[in-house]
């Protein structure tokens, strides 16, 4: 890769494998991992159901935001971002900046099917508020630089085919200053 980007930012709904293809591709590009809503729990000292909860969406999207924040004064890092961030306009931007956004794409039977209702993800209680969720967030997820397809293989797999989709970009943007 001629270019690496500072950060690599996954996006995407819920149950996408943000994490698991992560961490993967953090090895594979001898990057260190981050995952917000994990850093978020240790900051907090609460689980993010917990903050969900207590305070309600508002505060944890405030939470949320500046940890994003956080996140972008980092470099060398893939960032798992959690599945609503990208859908909230000024965390967007605070995620864009800098970095590669990758969305993974994911259908909506491998989501419900990966998701576990164990009260853990706050908004995953209702199968149809899923679907209208992730139909309403769709737009948002689009917008990232690029998109993989997140339905099939293995988070290894999914992390290759990232890397791909990264190198050709990188190539792009140079021949393209040349
Ligand atoms: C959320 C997704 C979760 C977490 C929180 C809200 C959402 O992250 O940030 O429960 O709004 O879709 P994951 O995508 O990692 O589950």
Redesign the pocket.
């Known amino acids: 890769m001629p270019e690496r980007p500072s950060r690599v930012v996954l996006v995407g709904?819920?149950?996408s494998g943000?994490?698991a293809v992560g961490r993967v591709l953090a090895r594979r590009l001898g990057y260190r991992f981050e995952d917000?809503?994990q850093r978020i729990e240790e900051r907090a000292g609460r689980t993010?159901a917990e903050i969900?909860r207590d305070e309600g969406e508002e505060a944890?999207r405030k939470i949320?935001r500046e940890e994003a924040l956080a996140v972008a004064r980092l470099t060398g890092r893939v960032v798992?971002s959690?599945?609503?961030?990208f859908a909230q306009p000024e965390t967007r931007k605070i995620l864009q900046k800098g970095a590669v956004t990758v969305w993974l794409r994911c259908e909506i039977g491998r989501i419900l099917a990966r998701?576990s209702r164990d009260g853990s993800?706050?908004?995953?209680g209702n199968r149809d508020i899923m679907r209208a969720?992730l139909a309403e967030r769709e737009p948002w997820y689009r917008m990232a630089d690029v998109a993989v397809d997140a339905s099939t293989g293995t988070p290894r797999e999914v992390a290759e085919r990232i890397v791909g989709l990264i190198e050709g970009r990188t190539r792009k943007t140079t021949s393209a200053r040349r």
Not at 82 to 85: T, V
Not at 121 to 124: C, D, G, K, V
């Open positions: 709904f819920m149950g943000k994490s917000m809503d993010i969900f944890f949320e798992a959690g599945g609503g961030a998701v993800r706050p908004l995953a969720l």
